[in-house]
Nanobody, 125 residues
Framework: QVHLVESGGGLVQAGGSLRLSCAAS????????MGWFRQAPGKEREFVAA????????SYADSMKGRFTISRNNAKNTVYLQMNSLKPEDTAVYYC??????????????????WGQGTQVTVSS
């Protein structure tokens, strides 16, 4: 079992930056590939980014490429999402998720085994 807790969300102005954190506890963190997803009101959950167990490989949704950066610190059992050049359409609840390392890069939520509670990101215009 892996318990995930997101933090770092909040209200930012368009063009601003925000860094989200996801702290993991339970099973060995380095055994898992990680992903970030988001869900806006009235919309389906969508893939944001993924990172391999070692942090050496990353993947991003097209709309996030060049603006968002996923990283991890296995010593701290934490995965991060650095968000730059934020837009109002980035407003959503952001979730981190974990999947076994061999499943790195999965872009469907059903491919992940554990989920955090989510953290709200609101971008004002």
């Amino acid at each position: 079992q892996v318990h995930l807790v997101e933090s770092g969300g909040g209200l930012v102005q368009a063009g601003g930056s925000l860094r989200l954190s996801c702290a993991a506890s339970g099973s060995t963190f380095s055994n898992y590939a990680m992903g970030w997803f988001r869900q806006a009101p009235g919309k389906e959950r969508e893939f944001v980014a993924a990172i391999s167990w070692s942090g050496s490989s990353t993947s991003y949704a097209d709309s996030m490429k060049g603006r968002f950066t996923i990283s991890r610190n296995n010593a701290k059992n934490t995965v991060y999402l650095q968000m730059n050049s934020l837009k109002p359409e980035d407003t959503a609840v952001y979730y981190c998720a974990a999947t076994l390392y061999m499943n790195y890069g999965r872009k469907e939520g059903r491919g992940y085994d554990y989920w955090g509670q989510g953290t709200q990101v609101t971008v004002s215009s």
